[in-house]
């Protein structure tokens, strides 16, 4: 009944000010629909039409099959403020030619997370709106009978609680059950898909997404940039959104002038804004 699976659970940052805003304007309801789908189903669904030629060297119909089954394999949903990414490794059962068993376990992982960069950043460069999340492996059930969505899951509660007592700043933290699973199936990409925190923490790296971009990544950041800051001037005078905001404008700053993206026309201007943040929290 149970299956151990990964379950990743993303917060968005400021939803209750966004049903504010867009309640009785049943366009811009609509339109934020269509947003969630496209940046999460949407974004699963482009993977799965990936040529799998981006992904190995030589392919045919098999590997073309193996790929869809590894897409397949991922399930995200969207619920209300949250999204929820599944992967149950436990029922991964296929493999190809060129791939035995471990190796596809590894390979559905790796796309596992490139889905949630990907989610990501995209929701982040569309909506100006922060996320915040956990994730965790461990025993899971969930069935859809009737339209009805029932999760029973130790994973998911994991997942949840390190969303709300450990993220905090817009981060998504990994914890240490999957951090040793990943470890005893010799997981080689950690350090691509997550940063170690001041705190000890793992997160997941979100803009490890940019090279699969390519051109179209400053754009991309351009959107960020605009979106973030907009954000930031609305919460000048909110001493812990503008902690938050300033969390994320140094990690963004960090990887906007690294080598690999060097777009330093990008960056935030962090100390104004610790200097408002200095000033907020010094008693009058």
Same mark, same amino acid.
Not at 78 to 86: E, G, Q
Not at 208 to 212: K, M, V, Y
Not at 272 to 282: D, P
């Given at each position: 009944m149970f299956v151990n699976t990964m379950v990743g659970y993303i917060d968005i940052?400021? @939803?209750q000010d966004l049903v504010e805003r867009a309640m009785g304007r049943a366009?811009?309801? /609509? $339109?934020?629909?269509? =947003?969630f789908y496209g940046v999460s189903i949407g974004t699963l669904k482009g993977l799965r039409g990936i040529d799998l030629t981006k992904v190995v060297e030589e392919t045919d119909e098999e590997e073309q099959q193996y790929f869809q089954k590894i897409t397949n394999a991922i399930h995200v949903r969207?619920? !209300? $403020? *949250?999204? &929820?990414?599944?992967?149950?490794?436990?029922?991964i059962n296929f493999r190809s030619t060129s791939f035995d068993e471990k190796t596809t376990v590894l390979n559905c992982i790796e796309t596992y997370f490139s889905l949630m960069t990907m989610f990501t950043t995209l929701f982040i460069s569309k909506m100006g709106y922060l996320l915040r999340g956990g994730i965790s492996i461990g025993k899971h059930y969930e069935s859809d009978r009737d339209q009805q969505l029932f999760v029973f899951s130790e994973a998911h509660n994991r997942a949840v609680t390190l969303e709300t007592k450990k993220a905090v700043n817009p981060? &998504?933290?990994m914890d240490k059950n999957l951090q040793l699973y990943l470890k005893e199936i010799s997981y080689p990409n950690i350090h691509k898909f997550f940063y170690e925190d001041e705190d000890g923490y793992y997160c997941l790296n979100i803009y490890? !997404?940019?090279? &699969?971009w390519g051109d179209l990544k400053e754009d991309l950041l351009t959107h960020v940039k605009e979106g973030i800051k907009l954000c930031i001037? *609305?919460?000048f005078n909110n001493v812990k959104e503008l902690g938050k905001l300033i969390y994320f404008a140094k990690y963004h700053n960090k990887w906007v002038t690294s080598a690999e993206v060097n777009f330093p026309h990008l960056?935030? $201007?962090v100390e /104004? @804004?610790?200097?408002? =943040? +200095?000033? =907020? +929290?010094?008693p009058l």
């Open positions: 940052l400021g @939803y366009e811009l309801v /609509k $339109d934020l629909e269509n =947003l969207n619920n !209300a $403020d *949250s999204f &929820i990414f599944t992967l149950p490794v436990s029922e981060r &998504i933290v490890t !997404a940019l090279r &699969i001037e *609305s919460n960056t935030f $201007d /104004k @804004y610790e200097r408002q =943040l +200095e000033h =907020l +929290e010094t």
